[in-house]
């Protein structure tokens, strides 16, 4: 069983991304599958989730209206669309099963978590 979040790079502010999530060894279609993003020295940060069927999400405050999630049950993936980034963004991402669509305690609730990749915002 393991998730992997790649899509990750180095990026001007202002500038997008994509993040996908890929599962190995088990099928994404049944759970709920989100992002966090972890800055050394901070606090790890819930930053998206999504229901199952993708008709239910969540977004942190600090990303809505920006970033975009979404799932591809029939490739088992999971996307992260990331716009008008900012330096505050910069983090390792992660994906992961079992997130709380209500966004709380979200580390606290998580399943399954993987290596996660790096994004850069910087000019």
């Known amino acids: 069983v393991q998730l992997q979040a790649s899509g990750g790079g180095l990026v001007q502010p202002g500038g997008s991304l994509r993040l996908s999530c890929a599962a190995s060894g088990f099928t994404l279609e049944h759970f709920r599958v989100g992002w966090f993003r972890q800055v050394p020295g901070k606090e790890r940060e819930g930053v998206s989730c999504i229901s199952s069927s993708g008709g239910t999400t969540y977004y942190a405050d600090s990303v809505k209206g920006r970033f975009t999630i979404s799932r591809d049950n029939a490739k088992n993936m999971v996307y992260l669309q990331m716009n008008s980034l900012k330096t505050d963004d910069m983090a390792v991402y992660h994906c992961?099963?079992?997130?709380?669509?209500?966004?709380?305690?979200?580390?606290?609730?998580?399943?399954?978590w993987g290596q996660g990749t790096l994004v850069t915002v910087s000019s």
């Open positions: 992961a099963t079992d997130c709380p669509l209500d966004g709380r305690n979200f580390y606290g609730r998580i399943g399954y």
